[in-house]
DNA sequence: CAGAATTAAGAAAACGTTTCCAATAAGAGG
DNA sequence: CCTCTTATTGGAAACGTTTTCTTAATTCTG
């Protein structure tokens, strides 16, 4: 591998010169600079960027650490994250922990003894390790998606409640009177602030709770399945259905389907999350819409913003969801 | 931050003979070891993995280099060459290059520089900067899904002869005599492989080539819509469509839906890569599937060879697609 | 019991950078 | 012509490890 000696030796410089030529730091005289850059074409120098980093104790990195990159949810996210971090300078490890705690854990150490300079992870478990481990606490984070019971983490995610509002206003403007919902897990903070934003809209509007029939899911598809199969164990169409994500929302269309109701005839559908699947599915799926970029952005901003040690007044940014209609709601038929 | 150096002195011994402990190298008596481990415990101690692969000259990074990490396929190839890539201990770096060529090549040089011992990408193109940048050759690297035209670079991919061959059995089994195809583009190689797997099976059955109606398309949904546009306005239902991934087939089936045709009574459609919606998509799509796993964990053994140095017979490895049916395919109605 | 062989541990060099400090050369001012 | 700045440059330490080479201490062998 070729150093910055071989460099220095080639131009009939020193060591130092060649890198303050290439790092524009101090003066240099225009003929050094012209020799310096001429030996690294010539030898195609690189510099070693572990060199760098332990001898400046930036490694432009950034550990990112997600549930399951395969899920449309987190893979969306993901993008958004790498964009963000490339356009800031900053490469990223990507950790996929799935739900083992022990592969959570061993990452961190991993990331840790690399010196990455901040985490940035979505929708951690309460029962996470970050927050445990003593010496992890020191290194900047940002938790997106999702708020850590305890502490005044810093987060970026949306505004759940809104979320939930928007789909029941939605529902009740198109004259639902009976209501289910499918949840992701209880435990996940997220899924409760849905709730919250879902319930008290209805009751607001006089519904009463005997008309609404709520089930827990785990926001894949077979929990919208399985879900689905509770809710027309219980209820009898027409109703309407918020699920609490747009997969969940699939697996439950298809079980009406396979059941013989038809959406949006016999039941409405919300999903969230505006996967692009939802435009292709039948029906065209209504959602609750992430902007997915706004967070993704926001998230990376205030990472650098801690690793940088400024002082940030905002530590928790939420964003605003939107609603995309389409063709999976309509006014409940007469019964 | 706690160096190796605290840790000596608290234990009263070298650094030399810590950084014996922590490897397992060379002989250490039973105390010492105690010592050491206790001073580490005490320090919280962490071995600072930049400094280690300086010395060392081993990073335990491979670059993750992807179009597009928010596309099903890619995300899913991800997951598992995460997983396989974790239990071989290394770590990815994770670069989404998009269509961007600037970007590829701001990151193949990101990588060399930051050390990676490999690299690994999914689907690059022809003109890819990886093969041009001489200094980069050096690098082992594998190419997932693709294959590149000049030399023989090492490979996984999916057999997709076979593959199109598998679609086209099985849809002339049903009795189909009419055939349409949506392929990727075709400066691809995945996709003239595809349509050479398929077009002979149909030649070799006896179908004339009038009757098989093919248009390009870009593996995204709405590639799959236009494409589906364009063969309905040349080709009358019955016919059975064969298209090249399951994104494709998902907008597809939407725009017949759209004209009125059904799936699978009009058109029996046939996918690629088994995608977990393929399931709760109506109708239930059948498709080509791509053993994911397989090639995930075949592209990070062969890098895992070719970084050690070893010798490898086979540089080029072919995994078998397998058909999974559903409902959207279907014997010809008659007309 | 002397010398050889073995074991355990320390000292120091090396990996490839950055950066502080000192040194040299050139120009300015008196 | 001598001193004082100023502009460039080089030398060397430092970042935190691993690893080679010594050295000291112990055990074995005849």
């Known amino acids: 591998m070729v150093s910055i000696k071989d460099v220095a030796k080639l131009a009939g410089v020193s060591v130092s010169t060649v890198s303050r030529v290439i790092n524009k730091r101090g003066k240099t005289s225009k003929e050094t600079e012209e020799k310096v850059w001429r030996a690294i074409e010539i030898l195609q120098y690189r510099p070693n960027l572990l060199a760098r980093s332990l001898r400046s104790q930036k490694t432009k ?3 990112l650490l ?10 969306r996210l993901a993008k ?16 996929n922990v799935g739900e083992d705690p022990k592969r959570e854990k061993d990452y961190l150490e ?17 029962e996470s390790l970050l927050v445990r481990i003593p010496y992890l606490s020191k290194i900047p984070y940002v938790i997106l998606d999702r708020t850590l019971e305890k502490e005044e983490a810093p987060t970026v995610k949306l505004d759940n409640i809104a979320a939930g509002m928007l789909a029941a206003t939605h529902l009740l403007k198109l004259g639902h ?14 899924s409760r602030e849905r709730l919250e934003g879902f319930l ?7 519904i009463s709770v005997e008309n609404i029939f709520v089930v827990e899911g785990d926001f894949k598809i077979d929990g919208g399945r399985k879900g689905m199969e509770r809710i027309l164990d219980h209820l009898s169409p027409p109703f309407a259905l918020f699920c609490m994500n747009d997969m969940m929302a699939f697996g439950a269309i298809q079980v009406a389907r ?15 999350d505006n996967n692009p699947l939802c435009e292709v599915f039948s029906p ?16 990376i901003t205030l990472l650098c913003k801690l690793i940088e040690g400024k002082k940030v007044r905002k530590k928790s940014i939420t964003v605003l969801p939107y609603l995309v209609t389409r063709q999976s709601t309509a006014p409940p038929r007469e019964q």
Do not use: M
């Open 177 to 190: 009177r009976k209501f289910a919902c499918i949840t992701g897990p209880q435990k996940i903070s997220v």
């Open 61 to 63: 990195l950034l550990g």
């Open 200 to 206: 008290t809209t209805l009751i607001q509007a006089g």
């Open 284 to 299: 065209p799926l209504t959602t609750v819409a992430q902007p997915f970029d706004q967070i993704a952005k926001a998230g």
């Open 66 to 75: 997600v549930p399951d990159i395969d899920s449309p949810f987190f893979a």
């Open 110 to 126: 991993v990331l840790v003894q690399r010196q990455v300079e901040g985490i940035i992870f979505p929708r951690v478990s309460d």
């Open 258 to 272: 396979e059941r013989g109701w038809q959406v949006p005839r016999d039941i409405s559908v919300v999903g969230l």
């Open 80 to 95: 958004y994250i790498e964009e963000a971090a490339y356009q800031k300078g900053y490469n990223l490890i990507l950790c």
